[in-house]
């Protein structure tokens, strides 16, 4: 390892691939904060093609100071191809005493060797149940992103007004009960309308976004609709000229 003068700060280099690593505001936060107390921080990138990405995700990331790097998918590894571009430049231009990759993607492991060869450590942050073994083993740090209780604990702070995945199904699923026992039919804006209309959920009034364990957090209803079909908790039929919602599971 590298060890540089005492009254020199290491250099810190981010590189996100944001096809492997969700984007996710608080852990965008979380990296910028971590890299800082490591060293002064050179390049934060985030890479994607943001053309299909939620602007609003694009612009959370640019508002901390990130440089999203657009990537046009033409093949499977466009995304990897140009962050390991990218990171051979910074190595060859300026190297880094310090690699944090946000990626879980065994073909950064040629990337990681490089860095390594010239004494700078590496630091890698992954998704769980995408990670390589191979660029676990080759990290001098390795994380899980989804297992970081200081993540959760900066998600508290940025957003108070945040309610938990769990609950707004709880929400959700009590909703369609209350609107089938009306006799109405359970439309999207109708649901929506009693989970935030209902003095049944105080939890649910006045919040911001929905969040999962994962940090994925939701702050459009339609968005988190799609989530519990995703997860087999509802469906959507077409009454009439109207689509509207049913329960798969009576619980989350």
């Known amino acids: 390892m590298k060890l540089m003068p005492n009254n020199q700060k290491p250099s810190v280099s981010v590189y996100w691939d944001c096809q492997n690593v969700h984007i996710n505001p608080y852990l ?11 060293g002064e921080l050179v390049a934060l990138k985030a890479y994607a093609n943001w053309l299909q990405e939620n602007r609003i995700s694009a612009e959370r990331l640019q508002e901390l100071k990130y440089d999203c790097i657009h990537v046009s998918i033409t093949k499977k590894n466009s ?9 051979e430049k910074q190595l060859d231009r300026d190297p880094s005493s310090l690699l944090i990759l946000v990626t879980g993607d065994g ?25 390589s073994q191979k660029l676990k083993k080759l ?11 200081e993540l959760f604990e900066l998600s508290e702070q940025i957003a108070p007004n945040t309610i938990s995945y769990s609950d707004a199904i709880a929400c959700l699923i009590e909703s369609i009960q209350i609107v089938m026992q009306k006799g109405k039919r359970a439309t999207l804006s109708y649901v929506n309308q009693i989970m935030g209309d209902n ?14 364990q994962d940090g994925m957090t939701f702050s459009r209803f339609h968005k988190f609709i ?20 049913f329960l798969v599971k009576s619980s989350p």
Do not use: H, T, W
């Not at 995304?79 to 990171?87: A, F, L, W």
């Open 199 to 212: 003095s049944s959920f105080p939890n649910y009034q006045n919040v911001s976004s929905i969040r999962k």
């Open 139 to 149: 990290a001098d740090e390795f994380y899980f992103v989804d297992q970081l209780p």
């Open 28 to 38: 965008a936060q979380y990296l910028k904060i971590f890299a800082e107390s490591r």
């Open 79 to 87: 995304v990897d191809e140009k962050v390991i571009n990218d990171g």
């Open 107 to 131: 073909d950064f492991a040629p990337l990681v060797r490089k860095y390594k060869a010239k004494g700078i450590p590496v630091i890698v942050f992954a998704q769980s149940g995408k990670e």
């Open 226 to 245: 799609e989530a519990a079909m995703k997860d087999g908790i509802i469906g959507i039929r077409l009454n009439g000229d109207l689509p509207e919602l």
